[in-house]
C-alpha cells in the first residue's frame, strides 16, 4: 500500500501549501488555458475535472479564471475535500470526496481532466490511467503533471515515482493520442522572489547578488533555505549572520517536517 501525501494543517502546513501554490500554478495554468475551450467555440459547458484536487484552491483559481467552465475537484481523502468544501463559494465549482476508480464507474465524461502530483500515489498506474481515460470525453484532454523522479529532493518516502517515460509509455497502451510534452517551469525566481517580498525578505534579497547563483537549483535553494546550499549563498553576498536569519525566518514560516525541495515537474498532455 502506497502512502499518501501527508496533509499539514494549522498555519506552518497552510504556508507551505501556499509557497507550493505560488510556485507551480502559473506554469499549470498557463499551460492547462491553451487547451480551456473559449465561450465561444463551445455548444455545451466545457467540464473539467481536478483528479486529486487536495485541499482545492487550484480547482479554485481555475474556476476563477474561466467562469464558463464547470470545474469538479475530487480527492478520496475527507480531510483534503473538508478543506475545499470550506473555500468561498464559487458557482462554477464543486467538489466531492470520491476516488477516479469510483468516479469511472459513474459515466461522468469531461472536456478536461487535470492531476498534477497524484499519479506519483498510485499502485497501480494501468488501471489508474483506464479509469482516466473512461472519464475523458472524445476529444478531451488529459493533463498529467508531475515530479520528475530524477529531480533532486523528489524522493518521497513509499511513493511510487513513475517516471515521465513510463507515463507516457502507459497512456499510450490504454488510450491513442497526440502527445505533447511540455518542459519545465520557468520564472521560479521571480514567483519566490514575490513571495518573499510579501513576507518582509525584502531588504535582504537586494543585498543579494543574483549572478553567482548559476542554476535553478541554486536560486531555488536560497530562497527556500535549505542548509546544503549555504555555501552558493554565501557567495552570493550573504553575510552568515543575514543568512541564519534568513533559514530561521524560513523554517519558522514552514513549521513542518517536511522542507520544501525544488522538485522538477513534468507535464504531458493527451488529447483523445
Ligand atoms: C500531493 S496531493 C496533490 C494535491 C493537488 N493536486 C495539488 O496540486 O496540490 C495528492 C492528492 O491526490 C489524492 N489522490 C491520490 N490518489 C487518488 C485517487 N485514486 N483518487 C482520488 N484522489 C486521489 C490524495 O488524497 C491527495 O490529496
Known amino acids: 500500500m502506497l502512502i499518501d501525501y501527508p496533509l499539514k494543517t494549522g498555519t506552518g ?13 502559473p506554469t499549470s495554468l498557463s499551460v492547462i488555458s ?22 482545492g484552491w487550484m480547482s479554485k483559481e481555475m474556476a476563477c479564471r474561466w467562469s464558463h467552465c464547470q470545474v469538479l475537484g475530487i480527492d478520496r481523502s475527507h480531510k483534503q475535500i473538508d478543506i475545499a468544501q470550506s473555500l468561498p463559494v464559487c458557482e462554477n465549482l464543486d467538489f466531492r470526496c470520491v476516488s477516479v476508480h469510483h468516479l469511472a464507474r459513474e459515466n461522468h465524461q469531461f472536456h478536461l481532466i487535470y492531476l498534477r502530483w497524484v499519479v506519483v500515489y498510485q499502485e497501480n498506474l494501468v488501471t489508474f490511467l483506464e479509469d482516466l481515460a473512461a472519464c475523458l470525453a472524445p476529444g478531451g484532454v488529459i493533463i498529467i503533471e ?7 529532493g523528489v524522493a518521497i518516502q513509499g511513493s511510487a515515482q513513475h517516471s515521465e517515460v513510463q507515463a507516457v509509455a502507459l497512456w499510450e497502451s490504454v488510450c491513442r493520442g497526440v502527445i505533447r510534452i511540455i518542459g519545465q517551469p520557468e520564472g521560479l525566481k ?26 535553478a537549483e541554486e536560486k531555488l535553494l536560497l530562497f527556500l533555505g535549505i542548509r546544503e546550499s549555504s555555501e552558493s549563498i554565501l557567495k552570493s553576498g550573504f553575510s552568515l549572520p543575514l543568512l541564519h536569519r534568513l533559514l530561521n525566518g524560513l523554517y519558522d514560516l514552514q513549521q513542518c517536517e517536511s522542507p520544501i525541495h525544488f522538485v522538477r515537474n513534468y507535464i504531458l498532455c493527451f488529447r483523445r
Open 146 to 152: 508531475d515530479n520528475e523522479p530524477a529531480s533532486p
Open 190 to 215: 521571480d514567483r519566490l522572489m514575490g513571495y518573499f517580498q510579501t513576507h518582509g525578505f525584502n531588504s535582504e534579497l537586494e543585498t543579494v547578488n543574483q549572478q553567482v547563483l548559476k542554476t
Open 34 to 55: 491553451r487547451f480551456i475551450q473559449s465561450p465561444e467555440q463551445e455548444n455545451a459547458p466545457f467540464s473539467v475535472l481536478v483528479a486529486g484536487c487536495g485541499i
Open 13 to 25: 502546513g497552510m504556508h507551505r501549501l501556499d509557497v507550493l501554490n505560488r510556485l507551480y500554478n
